[in-house]
């Protein structure tokens, strides 16, 4: 289900967020390693419930789907207004976000992911989605499986007394919502008219984040 250089990506990117979520942790004289591995172990729950969660729904559409950190490579209009090599932006701005604020704020959108049909979409439909192309209603039922799953494990994180895992799921579902570049929030706002499910999730999830500071 995951492949070797996907598995890569997303080990990195697990590393990464574990920085940006303990900076103040790792630069303090006494550090608190429990809270550290907690937090570590809400990381990798919530990452692969994420990509578990999309990687399932794009299953049922016949599609696959391959993880790899935030890169930016185009800057314009033309066609060869691009970097030839992609710089890992998500990565980049893990490391520097914490360091600038001292420690008060985050990123964790480091990941992106492509899709491609596999070999049975050409020759079976799903109902409504009679059509062998991918489209960005596809994409957006995906990456809206992911964020909706990490909001669905916070719920499940706090009812049995893990709020920092929560915390965690949380703020992963409310980066998975910027609607910028590939990252998800740009396939979930594309996916329907007016952005109508972007909306509604991210009303949801705002309502969640909001709770969120209650659980510091």
């Known amino acids: 289900m995951i492949k070797l250089k996907e598995g890569g990506h997303i080990f990195l990117a697990?590393?990464?967020?574990?920085?940006?979520?303990?900076?103040l942790q790792f630069i303090s004289r006494?550090?608190?390693?429990?809270?550290?591995?907690?937090?570590?172990?809400?990381?990798?729950l919530v990452a692969f419930t994420s990509i578990v969660a999309k990687k399932i729904t794009a299953y049922y559409y016949e599609i696959t789907i391959e993880h790899k950190s935030w890169n930016f490579q185009r800057f314009g209009l033309r066609r060869d207004a691009y970097l030839k090599t992609p710089i890992p932006i998500g990565i980049i701005l893990a490391f520097i976000i914490p360091i600038i604020?001292?420690?008060?704020?985050?990123w964790m959108a480091v990941l992106e992911f492509d899709a491609e049909g596999t070999s049975a979409r050409?020759?079976?439909?799903?109902?409504?989605?009679?059509?062998?192309?991918?489209?960005?209603?596809?994409?957006?039922?995906?990456?809206?499986?992911?964020?909706?799953a990490c909001l669905a494990l916070s719920i499940l994180a706090y009812l049995v007394n893990f709020p920092e895992i929560a915390r965690v799921g949380i703020y992963y579902a409310a980066f998975s919502l910027i609607p910028f570049s590939n990252l998800d929030g740009t396939?979930?706002?594309?996916?329907?008219?007016?952005?109508?499910?972007?909306?509604?999730?991210?009303?949801?999830?705002a309502i969640f984040l909001s709770y969120s500071f209650l659980l510091i």
Do not use: C, M, Q
């Open 30 to 44: 006494t550090p608190d390693y429990a809270s550290i591995f907690l937090s570590l172990i809400g990381i990798v």
């Open 187 to 205: 396939k979930i706002f594309f996916a329907s008219k007016r952005a109508l499910l972007w909306i509604i999730l991210a009303s949801i999830t």
């Open 14 to 23: 697990i590393i990464v967020l574990l920085f940006t979520f303990n900076y």
């Open 101 to 106: 604020s001292f420690g008060k704020l985050i």
């Open 122 to 148: 050409a020759s079976k439909r799903h109902g409504l989605f009679s059509f062998t192309e991918i489209t960005d209603i596809h994409l957006g039922l995906i990456a809206a499986s992911g964020v909706i």
